[in-house]
């Protein structure tokens, strides 16, 4: 079992920067990826941003020249930094993990944390 714990939401004003982080423990020696979901209020969940056991990363089109996810391995802590946040990114973030290769697609997260609000005013 793997468990994932989030922290870094909270409240920032429009353009502004927040960092979420997410720190995975249990047997967490198989997993090939871990990625940020967000669901706002109506919506679906969407995948925001993956990054592979390889080093490979995936930015959702919205949010690819604003975010970036990283990781540290000897932490087992994966990272997202957000920049100019804007009011469309207010959702609750999700932080994943799964064993599966086919890490675009959500099935495939096996392992989720509780979610961290991020609301953006602007």
């Known amino acids: 079992q793997v468990q994932l714990v989030e922290s870094g939401g909270g409240l920032v004003q429009a353009g502004g920067s927040l960092r979420l982080s997410c720190a995975a423990s249990?047997?967490?020696?198989?997993?090939?990826?871990m990625g940020w979901f967000r669901q706002a209020p109506g919506q679906e969940r969407e995948l925001v941003a993956a990054?592979?056991?390889?080093?490979?990363?995936y930015n959702a089109d919205s949010v690819k020249d604003r975010f970036t996810i990283s990781r540290d391995n000897t932490k087992n802590t994966v990272y997202l930094q957000m920049n100019r946040l804007e009011p469309e990114d207010t959702a609750v973030y999700y932080c994943?993990?799964?064993?599966?290769?086919?890490?675009?697609?959500?099935?495939?997260?096996?392992?989720w944390g509780q979610g961290t609000q991020v609301t953006v005013s602007s």
């Open positions: 994943a993990a799964g064993r599966s290769r086919n890490w675009a697609l959500q099935g495939s997260y096996e392992y």
């Open positions: 249990g047997r967490t020696f198989s997993l090939y990826a």
């Open positions: 990054i592979t056991w390889g080093g490979t990363t």
